[in-house]
């Protein structure tokens, strides 16, 4: 999970999940409840900020990706492949 300028309380909720091994990077294996319970947490308290949540799947790239809040880099759907654009 990749965060942007969100609270500092919201990345030190995470942490208690998962291992931040640089600001506002979120690393650690979940299960697919949790993932989405920490997801859903993490979408109600973004306020201004954005997040990025990339995890495995069973997709041609073996993994899928959410986002929320206006970030930085969009990432789009093109014919099932997911590529990162930058503004």
Do not use: H, Y
């Amino acid at each position: 999970m990749i965060l942007e300028r969100v609270p500092t309380t919201l990345r030190g909720d995470l942490t208690r999940w998962m291992l931040e091994p640089r600001a506002g990077v979120f690393v650690g294996t979940l299960s697919a409840m949790v993932r989405d319970t920490l997801w859903e947490r993490v979408c109600r308290r973004l306020g201004e900020g954005a997040a990025t949540l990339i995890f495995s799947s069973n997709t041609e790239q073996g993994f899928a990706v959410r986002s929320s809040g206006k970030g930085s880099r969009r990432v789009e759907d093109f014919e099932g492949l997911l590529l990162v654009r930058v503004p």
